[in-house]
């Protein structure tokens, strides 16, 4: 084995990561970003090597797995890297799509182009190539190329009519340039357009028959709580618990007192106040403002086609589900027109009213930074009100109590651009304060991308 000398490069990076404590806060960010990239070259090293012995442990009792005393090569692998069985099927996978032959590695760099390309340019962790490889490969056009069968109703989908490749690059273009956890609500999205409303009708039938609660009191007092909810039925209660838990947040920052309760412990909080208030409360909210809101197209709402959403909730539903449901007298719809046209109250008032946040929830869907729900949020003047900002939907966009305070802080700027927002940071955090897009920016393919792509010639 080689010996490490001075002159490898990863000594160089130890060194200057070292000695990094003086560095400006861009240029530590800035070295944070090259280690990650390198730390992405070793993982395809590893992923390539994962895949090679893929192909060399086979089935049966011949392959080396077998061998080496375990049940598969995802457990071999896991306890070389010292992770998860889960986290080297991640890394199995990424190598023999990228590396491995076409029939080994459906969904390759012949089929998706684009995301093997980013990937191998370490521009995308495992986890999230394995996400969009998944969600991507059920594209009918992947599909064909794969020679799998592709339902007539898969391609009458808004994704499915449009070719893989422009869905392709959306789709990882916006993955390189967020965290996982937003890529997973990009999945959902995606996943959404590529399913049939029935077929996202008979999903959701599934999930409404697997709900279950259960009520356990523990040996030492205290009571156990487990449920597992399909989404229209838990929509209202973490929407009551969100309402619940802003209005202690606020609470605690005017007290001051150092003790404060925990999250957990304001939802356990709201739960208690939950059931006082089913058995009869007569102060109804305790000063809680809660609402479920759903979002919907008036075409959808009318034929029952497509799908909506629910604030608080990343998984888009079926629109017949969604109709149903806003007939329920506690449930806000918002009906979306083609354009989706709003108030606009000018600048009489400093205070957003109730429907110019419901208008602004509407389009920002909850914090334009972090995707928090609506509940979580205030509305945000871009302008001050006290120069001169007007408290309509223009200057106003929708902010978690977190995002909002250190926008104020650190003097970010936010603008919208083509109906979307753009947060620019100063220049002591980004000297050529490039815009960075917002939260719904990353994670969809917005109408308007879509129509661009569908007049767009070959890819």
């Known amino acids: 084995m080689a010996e490490t000398t001075v002159a490898d490069p990863l000594d160089g990076l130890r060194a200057r990561v070292e000695a990094s404590g003086g560095l400006p806060e861009w240029d530590a960010v800035a070295l944070m970003r090259e280690a990650v990239g390198r730390r992405r070259e070793t993982d395809l090293v590893v992923a390539q090597m994962a895949a090679r012995l893929a192909v060399r442990s086979g089935p049966g009792r011949a392959g080396i797995a077998s061998r080496q005393g375990f049940r598969g090569v995802d457990q071999l692998i896991a306890s070389e890297t010292g992770g998860t069985v889960a986290e080297a099927e991640r890394l199995r996978i990424l190598g023999t799509a990228l590396y491995g032959n076409p029939d080994d590695a459906p969904g390759g760099a012949s089929v998706l182009p684009h995301l093997a390309y980013e990937a191998r340019e370490g521009r995308l962790s495992a986890d999230k190539f394995v996400l969009l490889r998944e969600v991507l490969m059920g594209h009918p056009d992947a599909r064909d190329m794969d020679g799998l069968p592709v339902d007539d109703a898969v391609r009458a989908t808004p994704l499915g009519r449009l070719p893989l490749a422009r869905v392709e690059t959306m789709a990882v273009d916006k993955a390189v340039i967020s965290p996982l956890k937003t890529v997973r609500s990009l999945v959902a999205q995606l996943e959404a357009g590529l ?265």
């Open 195 to 459: 399913t049939p409303p029935s077929v996202g009708e008979e999903q959701y039938e599934e999930l409404y028959r697997a709900r279950l609660a259960s009520v356990r009191e523990e040996a030492n007092g205290m009571v156990r709580l487990v449920a597992m909810l399909d989404p229209l039925t838990a929509a209202p209660l973490p929407a009551a618990l969100d309402g619940y838990m802003k209005k202690q947040f606020r609470e605690a920052r005017e007290d001051g007192a150092e003790d404060q309760p925990t999250p957990g412990q304001m939802r356990a909080d709201g739960l208690g106040w939950l059931g006082r208030h089913a058995n009869g409360c007569r102060q109804p909210h305790d000063a809680v403002k809660t609402t479920v809101n759903i979002r919907i197209s008036l075409a959808d709402l009318q034929t029952g086609d497509g799908y909506g959403e629910i604030d608080g909730l990343k998984r888009p539903l079926p629109g017949a589900l969604l109709g149903w449901y806003a007939t329920d007298a506690e449930i806000i719809p918002t009906v979306l027109g083609v354009r989706g046209e709003v108030l606009d109250h000018g600048y009489a008032e400093r205070l957003f009213t109730a429907a110019q946040r419901r208008a602004i929830a509407q389009r920002d869907r909850g914090c334009a930074w972090c995707g928090a729900p609506p509940s979580h949020c205030d509305v945000h003047h871009i302008r001050y009100w006290v120069d001169g900002g007007r408290t309509d939907l223009d200057n106003g966009i929708m902010l978690c109590v977190t995002c909002h305070h250190w926008i104020h802080r650190d003097g970010w700027a936010i603008r919208f651009r083509q109906g979307s927002p753009e947060f620019i940071p100063p220049a002591s955090i980004d000297p050529d304060q490039r815009p960075r897009p917002g939260y719904q920016e990353r994670i969809r393919l917005d109408q308007a991308e879509l129509v661009e792509a569908s007049r767009a010639g070959p890819p």
